[in-house]
């Protein structure tokens, strides 16, 4: 059950008897404390009714302290003792001791003076009780208010406030709004403001009184250019403008509208320029502007309304926005026009704010004259001539214009760019003839064409130089046969593919493709030439052999025509390698590498030899000549057998009567083979292939012999010694054809060695069976 503390005792007797009809069943030990505990509840608790009035405290109170505020009183005063109490801001809690209470008769003090603007109500909480404590009352809020008082005056928000207005701006337009702020009471008189201008403004401006707001009075009577700037003083006051008040200072700044127009500094203007100068400036023009500078009100915006009407000067505003620059865009021509009389106008890069007049100015611009350079006609000359045009033939005439019609000059021409020296030109005609061959396949030309620049000068005092360009197409002649790309290429043995041969012609196509080639007579048993079919021009071949090669390189001559039927022979080695098919594969390069590093040492041994040769050649000549000079020679057949170093023939068999001093008189003499320097490697084939006929493996390796041209026998220079007498081997004189062989030893060949032993039996009557050599 909950029980309401405000209850009336009689309420809760009431309610308890409420309780014991329905809960009959229950103890009555539990009614008794029930009752009990309605009489503690009713005992210390009771509703009373507080007597506090409304409070209202005036602030700035100047006392005296304390001062009476209120007094509090319980309804239960009258039959209990009771003790008042405060607690809240002002009392217990800061600022404390502001309000105090008297505890029996409960008076409300205040102790000191109020200040609104600092607070503007306390609220305490107030409490009694009986003097036992048998009663307590039910705390109570109290409120009290301060009274304002016109104590502040109000204060501007800025000073100086800052605006701004054009020159030009409409009547009523806002400008700046003034504030000021009063901390009295807002509700009262005390804190409501309003705003006058006090300071005389010749009735320029105006203030809205309740906001503040600035605004201009009278139109049209604003100049930036006389007074660019308006000091205001603004008073705030309070009590509806009648009590406390302050000044402020209002700034506002005239802005600048366009209202003049600029103005030219001189009407008319004279200038000069040279013709044939685009770009160049040939006046300034200078304009003024009240306005505010250095602003699009100010800045000079310039037009040619007369005199451009072909569009030979353009007009434009300088850096500082007040001058305008006239320059020409395309060159003059003082032979065609020597002056021009030009119009300007100016206005600002803004409209202006009002209707203006607008400044005009005139410029005469006389043009000087100055030599100009000789113009060619056409500037780029095209021509066509055949590439075999004789030395000393006319290819054109190529001169130029001289456009100083008022002046009479010489034109004189020279060429001035001629890679090849081909050409010359007539100094005083500018006819341009051959002077050396032509080729339309020189490495200089591009596209068959061949450039040339003619320069053309006048006899003033300073020249003036023109060019032309004389562009000279060579038409093709056949003077070139076609010739073989390819210097040497690979095969392979096994399976060989044809060989692709690729022909060129520098001519042009008419005289180029389609080629025809040829292989010479001595090659055609073992080769042949096959046209591709796929080489619409005829400039690809194939070289296909037509039996089966050696190893080893082929040195070729094939003959090739263009399609005018010239021809010239071009060679080309093939090296067949140890391969099959397309996949070409050789070793001639390490090969040959190899036999570079043997050939060198084979040279060094050589030299080597040499040396140790003629030091012994020289040693024997010392000694021969010593023998010869100090002793007496003996003709004996011992030493007629042992003399070998000579160079003169002297006595033979028949003849004794020679002179042995000139036998050893040169030691110099001897054998030496001349053979090729150079021969390529051919190989024979050792063993004919399985299932191959005998005969085509001995044809095919005899005409490999017939291609071989370095093979031996090489010239040789024989040096023999002279035979003597009681040589082992006996005469050669004495062998005779006609005696029978049958009493010769032949057995003696066996001594010989192997080679001579079937030659022994042979002779020797031996019957063995027959050997096919």
């Given at each position: 059950c909950k029980i309401k503390w405000h209850l009336q005792t009689t309420d809760l007797k009431f309610i308890l008897d409420t309780f014991a009809i329905t809960f009959n069943q229950m103890k009555f030990s539990l009614f008794f404390q029930l009752l009990e505990f309605s009489q503690i509840i009713t005992k210390n608790q009771r509703k009373r009714d507080w007597l506090i009035p409304h409070v209202s405290i005036p602030e700035n109170d100047k006392g005296p302290f304390p001062k009476e505020v209120v007094k509090m009183k319980s309804t239960a005063a009258d039959s209990i003792k009771m003790i008042y109490k405060i607690t809240g801001a002002g009392a217990d809690q800061p600022p404390k001791g502001l309000f105090t209470v008297e505890k029996i008769s409960g008076l409300l003090w205040v102790t000191k003076s109020l200040d609104r603007e600092?607070?503007?109500?306390?609220?305490?909480?107030?409490?009694?009780?009986?003097?036992?404590?048998?009663?307590?009352?039910?705390?109570?809020k109290l409120t009290i208010k301060i009274i304002d008082q016109n104590d502040n005056k109000p204060l501007c928000t800025q000073d100086p406030f800052m605006g701004e207005i054009p020159e030009r701006a409409k009547l009523n337009e806002p400008i700046i709004q003034v504030t000021a702020k009063d901390i009295d009471d807002p509700e009262t008189a005390n804190g409501i403001v309003r705003y006058k201008l006090v300071r005389p403004n010749s009735g320029v401006f105006h203030i809205d009184p309740a906001s503040g707001v600035i605004s201009l009075a009278t139109m049209g009577i604003l100049d930036r250019e006389n007074q660019t700037v308006y000091e205001?003083?603004?008073?705030?006051?309070?009590?509806?403008?009648?009590?406390?008040s302050s000044t402020c200072m209002v700034i506002i700044k005239i802005t600048d509208s366009n209202d003049h127009a600029p103005r030219f500094s001189q009407r008319k203007y004279?200038?000069?320029?040279?013709?044939?100068?685009?770009?160049?400036?040939?006046?300034?023009l200078d304009v003024t502007d009240r306005d505010e500078p250095l602003t699009a009100n100010s800045m000079a915006k310039f037009t040619i309304i007369q005199g451009n009407e072909k569009g030979f000067f353009n007009i434009s505003t300088g850096p500082s926005g007040m001058e305008g620059i006239i320059m020409t865009s395309k060159g003059l021509d003082f032979e065609q026009t020597n002056s021009f009389f030009l119009l300007v106008v100016v206005k600002n890069e803004v409209p202006f704010a009002i209707p203006?007049?607008?400044?005009?100015?005139?410029?005469?611009?006389?043009?000087?004259?100055?030599?100009?350079?000789?113009?060619?006609?056409?500037?780029?000359?095209?021509?066509?001539?055949?590439?075999?045009?004789?030395?000393?033939?006319?290819i054109s005439k190529y001169t130029a214009n001289d456009p100083d019609t008022a002046r009479e000059q010489k034109i004189r021409y020279k060429l001035l760019q001629d890679f090849a020296n081909w050409l010359e030109i007539t100094k005083d005609t500018g006819i341009i003839k051959v002077r050396s061959s032509l080729d339309r396949e020189a490495s200089f030309i591009r596209n068959e064409q061949y450039?040339?620049?003619?320069?053309?000068?006048?006899?003033?005092?300073?020249?003036?130089?023109?060019?032309?360009?004389?562009v000279i197409k060579l038409q093709d002649v056949n003077d070139n046969a076609p010739v073989l790309e390819e210097r040497r290429v690979l095969m392979c043995l096994i399976e060989p593919k044809p060989v692709r041969l690729t022909i060129t012609d520098p001519d042009g196509p008419g005289n180029g493709p389609p080629f025809t080639i040829e292989l010479n007579t001595e090659y055609q048993s073992n080769w042949t030439i096959i046209s591709n079919s796929n080489s619409r021009t005829g400039s690809v071949v194939l070289l296909k052999p037509l039996r089966r090669l050696?190893?080893?390189?082929?040195?070729?001559?094939?003959?090739?025509?263009?399609?005018?039927r010239l021809f010239q022979n071009s060679s080309i080695i093939v090296e067949v390698c140890d391969c099959k098919g397309d996949d070409v594969l050789c070793s001639s390069g390490l090969a040959a590498a190899a036999i570079d590093v043997t050939l060198f040492i084979y040279v060094l041994a050589a030299i080597l030899c040499f040396l140790v040769l003629l030091l012994l050649l020289f040693l024997v000549k010392r000694r021969c000549g010593r023998k010869v000079q100090w002793q007496q020679f003996n003709h004996t057949e011992e030493d007629r057998d042992n003399i070998i170093c000579y160079n003169e023939e002297g006595g033979g068999e028949q003849d004794q009567d020679f002179d042995m001093v000139l036998l050893c008189s040169r030691l110099e003499a001897f054998s030496t083979d001349i053979a090729p320097m150079v021969s390529p490697t051919v190989f024979y084939r050792q063993h004919a292939d399985e299932n191959e006929d005998f005969e085509s493996f001995i044809y095919e390796n005899l005409c490999t012999a017939d291609d071989d041209h370095f093979v031996a026998p090489y010239d040789s220079m024989l040096v023999f010694a002279h035979e003597g007498e009681g040589s082992i081997s006996g005469s050669l004189s004495s062998l005779q054809s006609s005696i029978s062989d049958g009493d010769q030893d032949f057995q003696n060949l066996q001594n010989w060695g192997p080679q001579f032993r079937r030659l022994a039996d042979i002779f020797a009557g031996v019957e063995e069976e027959l050997y096919v050599l």
């Open positions: 600092e607070t503007e109500e306390y609220i305490l909480t107030t409490h009694a009780s009986a003097w036992d404590q048998s009663y307590i009352e039910i705390p109570v205001l003083a603004v008073e705030a006051a309070d009590m509806d403008g009648h009590g406390l004279e200038a000069s320029v040279q013709e044939n100068k685009a770009g160049e400036i040939v006046a300034r203006l007049v607008t400044s005009t100015a005139t410029v005469t611009i006389t043009v000087r004259d100055v030599n100009e350079p000789p113009v060619f006609e056409p500037t780029e000359k095209q021509i066509k001539i055949p590439e075999d045009l004789k030395v000393g033939s006319t450039t040339v620049l003619v320069l053309a000068y006048d006899n003033d005092d300073e020249p003036a130089t023109g060019t032309g360009t004389l050696a190893l080893g390189e082929y040195s070729l001559v094939l003959r090739m025509y263009d399609s005018k």
